[in-house]
């Protein structure tokens, strides 16, 4: 089991900047020591579908949604257990609920979007013009 808990969100004028971070908790119990995961951030705007924003395999790699890319930047702290979303030149377009999530443990060389299993309660940010 995986519980994950975002902060950081709020309100911020579009060119503003925000920091999102998720919290992971794992069961130690079951997990396999070379387990690695994949972990993101999606978010959804009302009335609109749920989109990845960024995601890090378990090798390392990143991979941003293109509306966010050379705006966003996603990093992770393994020790602290926590993933982070920087979040810089925010446009309006960008509010929406963001989502923290993670895969169960395997070898994980690329993240699809159905194979996360485990998700955050959601986080609003907004963006005025």
């Known amino acids: 089991q995986v519980q994950l808990a975002e902060s950081g969100g709020g309100s911020v004028q579009a060119g503003g900047s925000l920091r999102l971070t998720c919290t992971a908790s794992?069961?130690?119990?079951?997990?396999?020591?070379?387990?690695?995961?994949?972990m993101g951030w999606f978010r959804q705007a009302p009335g609109k579908q749920r989109e990845r924003v960024a995601t890090?395999?378990?090798?390392?790699?990143?991979d941003y949604g293109d509306p966010v890319k050379g705006r966003f930047t996603l990093s992770q702290d393994d020790a602290k257990n926590a993933l982070y979303l920087q979040m810089n030149s925010l446009k309006p377009d960008d509010t929406a609920t963001y989502y923290c999530?993670?895969?169960?443990?395997?070898?994980?060389?690329?993240?699809?979007?159905?194979?996360?299993?485990?998700w955050g309660q959601g986080i609003l940010v907004t963006v005025s013009s």
């Open positions: 890090i395999d378990g090798e390392g790699t990143v």
């Open positions: 999530a993670s895969t169960r443990g395997g070898t994980w060389n690329f993240c699809p979007m159905n194979q996360f299993e485990y």
């Open positions: 794992r069961d130690t119990h079951s997990r396999d020591s070379h387990d690695t995961y994949c």
